[in-house]
């Protein structure tokens, strides 16, 4: 009985060992480590002016990627796109996919921006549409209306019960109630903009840093929420496949943030927002420069809630039931509509959180802000493990991929390489990894 004990015990600490060799993150862990150790060896070094502890300046030689100061700008500019790329898994993971995550950073970032630098001492500007308030007011209240009739609609999508064109219906109502109440967003924030802008530049906004970031990421979070509630809704009541819906949303998306701004940039929210809080330094005396850890903390902390959601919760095992075959989900009892709207709404969060955090980082948000992103996020999940395919893919790994995707950028700039080409590598990354995820698939049992 022991020894059978014993055996067994043994045969279950090599599945284990096994399963975590084989695991994808381990394979991107070593990747990331052998880069970073070819880069510290092959990317040379740099004279860097620093100041000595007799407060004179002398000239060093410093090695090109230890740098502390390339280290803390790798980690930020990774968190960006490693926030969204763990929303972009669970889309992926759904056998779906999302080319309006740029658009919609811009667009969350833009909105957040106008809100916080507003002087809100003068009170709230008026809400008016083309300079009627009574329509702004008559479409506001129809978005809800018609958002909160849906309600029936999305409780039965997906199910077996409810015929398609009640579905369709409803879903559809559901898409032009979340559309209607993001005009009325859109004119309250150019009544922000028009009003708000000069007052704010003398004024500043004087509240608590806490304030503001609670009113920052809950404007940039709700915003993303909304498009991406648009895109969810779309793709089930229409029926369409998202990469179209996403396509056509990137493109409205990215217009909306040019007429909300006129192609201008936005600036001067408050420092409470900025080096208050999302871009408060640390360490500057132990190691040269300051540490920015609020947006890596961030990364993190998403990069462990996506992970515990899609694999230890019943939505993540429908996320992964969807992916891997639609029709035995949807006879299962599983109420695909409902998953598939939620989790384009989550994607539309995190592009929206990931914008607050840039924003906070930067002080300054554009029109062109993300252009590129879809590219990078989608690349991200990819790398990380997610399968086009649908039904495979983590968190951890989307997080891991971004990182990844940060080494071949800052390789391209460390050994000298023509930026130019990064984008050819970036291709081929994402060709490479689909091919060998596929061939994984095929060669070991139970890939798939």
């Known amino acids: 009985m022991a020894a059978g004990a014993t055996t067994g015990a043994t045969g279950a600490g090599r599945s284990l060992l096994k399963r975590v060799l084989l695991a994808q993150e381990i394979g991107l862990v070593a990747v990331i480590l052998l880069m970073a150790l070819g880069l510290t060896l092959f990317g040379g070094t740099k004279n860097k002016r620093v100041q000595t502890e007799s407060g004179q300046w002398e000239v060093v030689q410093v090695n090109k990627f230890l740098d502390a100061q390339n280290l803390v700008l790798l980690a930020k500019d990774a968190s960006f796109v490693a926030i969204m790329a763990v929303g972009m898994t669970g889309v992926i993971v759904m056998g779906g996919i999302d080319l309006s995550v740029g658009s919609v950073y811009a667009l969350c970032a833009l909105v957040g921006g106008m809100f916080l630098r507003y002087n809100w001492a003068n009170g709230p500007p008026p809400l008016s549409l083309g300079g009627h308030g009574w329509l702004a007011w008559t479409l506001l209240v129809a978005g809800l209306c018609a958002a909160a009739a849906s309600g029936a609609a999305l409780k039965s999508a997906g199910s077996a019960e409810g015929t398609k064109k009640a579905r369709a219906g409803g879903l559809t109502l559901a898409a032009i109630g979340g559309a209607a109440v993001l005009v009325v967003i859109g004119a309250f924030v150019v009544s922000v903009r028009d009003e708000g802008a000069p007052a704010a530049a003398a004024y500043g906004w004087k509240t608590s840093t806490m304030l503001s970031v609670v009113v920052g990421v809950g404007v940039c979070c709700l915003v993303g929420a909304i498009c991406g509630l648009i895109n969810g809704s779309l793709v089930v009541g229409l029926n369409v496949h998202p990469f179209i819906i996403t396509l056509g949303m990137m493109t409205v998306v990215r217009g909306i943030a040019f007429v909300l701004t006129d192609g201008l940039s936005v600036s001067g929210v408050p420092e409470g927002f900025t080096r ?90 554009s029109s062109n802000d993300g252009i590129g992103y879809e590219l ?42 023509n930026t130019n080409y990064t984008n050819i590598v970036m291709g081929a990354a994402i060709v490479a990894a689909v091919v060998l995820d596929q061939t994984k698939a095929r060669l070991l049992p139970g890939g798939r």
């Open 376 to 417: 990078s996020v989608i690349a991200a999940a990819v790398i990380g493990g997610a399968s086009l395919s649908g039904g495979r893919g983590s968190a951890v790994g989307a997080v891991l991929g971004a990182v990844l995707i940060q080494l071949i950028n800052n390789a391209m700039i460390i050994l000298d390489i």
């Open 276 to 365: 208050g809080f999302f871009k408060a330094g640390f360490w500057e005396q132990a190691i040269g420069v300051p540490v920015y850890p609020v947006p890596v903390v961030v990364m993190i902390i998403v990069a462990l809630a996506g992970a515990f959601v899609l694999a230890r919760t019943v939505y993540g095992r429908r996320v992964y039931a969807i992916g891997g075959n639609e029709t035995a989900a949807r006879y299962a009892g599983i109420p695909v509509g409902r998953v598939k709207i939620l989790t384009f709404t989550l994607m539309g969060l995190l592009a929206g959180l990931s914008a607050c955090v840039s924003l906070g980082y930067l002080g300054s948000a």
